[in-house]
């Protein structure tokens, strides 16, 4: 999750590789006994105080990150000429909403 974490702003996941990355991680621990074939996938990405797992989703980790880059970027802009002018270029596309709007699933 590292990885991804560390590339979700800068490298373009499409949603098929994401979906894959999340269906590889489920047959991983499914293969070394840490998910039972017929578990329930939704239960495993609940937070552990709603009774789930509290595995995160490949999905939802980049979408926050591309958040957050989006948040400082939208910041930075105003003291750094250089980020200026790649925010007037939308070099960042797409993630228009605020960090906390994606952490609140709205």
């Given at each position: 999750?590292?990885?991804?974490?560390?590339?979700?702003?800068?490298?373009?996941?499409?949603?098929?590789?994401?979906?894959?990355?999340?269906?590889?991680?489920?047959?991983?621990?499914?293969?070394?006994g840490?998910?039972?074939?017929?578990?329930?996938?939704?239960?495993?990405?609940?937070?552990?105080?709603?009774?789930?797992?509290?595995?995160?989703?490949?999905?939802?980790?980049?979408?926050?990150?591309?958040?957050?880059?989006?948040?400082?970027?939208?910041?930075?802009?105003?003291?750094?000429?250089?980020?200026?002018?790649?925010?007037?270029h939308?070099?960042?596309?797409?993630?228009?909403?605020?960090k906390?709007?994606?952490?609140?699933?709205?």
């Open positions: 999750m590292s990885v991804i974490t560390y590339t979700a702003g800068i490298i373009d996941w499409n949603k098929k590789e994401i979906q894959d990355l999340d269906r590889m991680t489920r047959k991983t621990m499914n293969m070394y840490g998910l039972h074939q017929k578990a329930d996938t939704h239960r495993l990405y609940l937070p552990r105080k709603e009774d789930g797992r509290g595995l995160r989703e490949v999905a939802a980790t980049v979408r926050s990150q591309c958040a957050g880059l989006q948040e400082y970027i939208s910041k930075a802009k105003e003291k750094d000429p250089l980020i200026e002018a790649v925010w007037k939308q070099a960042i596309k797409g993630y228009k909403r605020k906390e709007t994606w952490k609140s699933g709205k």
